[in-house]
């Protein structure tokens, strides 16, 4: 059993940044992939970055790619997600979850086990 607590959304001017924190407890979290998704209003969820359990690979959606970047110290059992240059349509809430195995269905959530319940992020014009 994994649980997972997102931090560090808050309100941004477009063109600021922000940090999110996912914190893993739980025996096993080093062992799980992690991913990031959002949600914006009235949108359906939609996958933004997902890194292996070691930190060794990870990838983008083609919409943030190069803006956000993705890290995460299993020391502190923590993923997160460095988000430069913001955009008001990056507004949204932003829910780690976490998965068992590796590869490039994780864009998917349903491949996801456990989930955070998100952190709300807003970006004004």
């Known amino acids: 059993q994994v649980q997972l607590a997102e931090s560090g959304g808050g309100l941004v001017q477009a063109g600021g940044s922000l940090r999110l924190s996912c914190a893993a407890s739980?025996?096993?979290?080093?062992?799980?992939?992690v991913g990031w998704f959002r949600q914006g209003p009235g949108m359906e969820r939609e996958f933004v970055a997902a890194?292996?359990?070691?930190?060794?690979?990870?990838f983008y959606a083609e919409s943030i790619q190069g803006r956000f970047t993705i890290s995460r110290d299993n020391v502190k059992n923590t993923v997160y997600l460095q988000m430069n240059s913001l955009k008001p349509e990056d507004t949204a809430i932003y829910s780690c979850a976490a998965a068992a195995r590796w590869g490039p269905f994780l864009l998917h959530d349903y491949e996801y086990t456990y989930w955070g319940r998100g952190t709300q992020v807003t970006v004004s014009s």
């Open positions: 739980g025996s096993t979290a080093s062992n799980y992939a």
């Open positions: 890194i292996k359990s070691r930190g060794d690979n990870e």
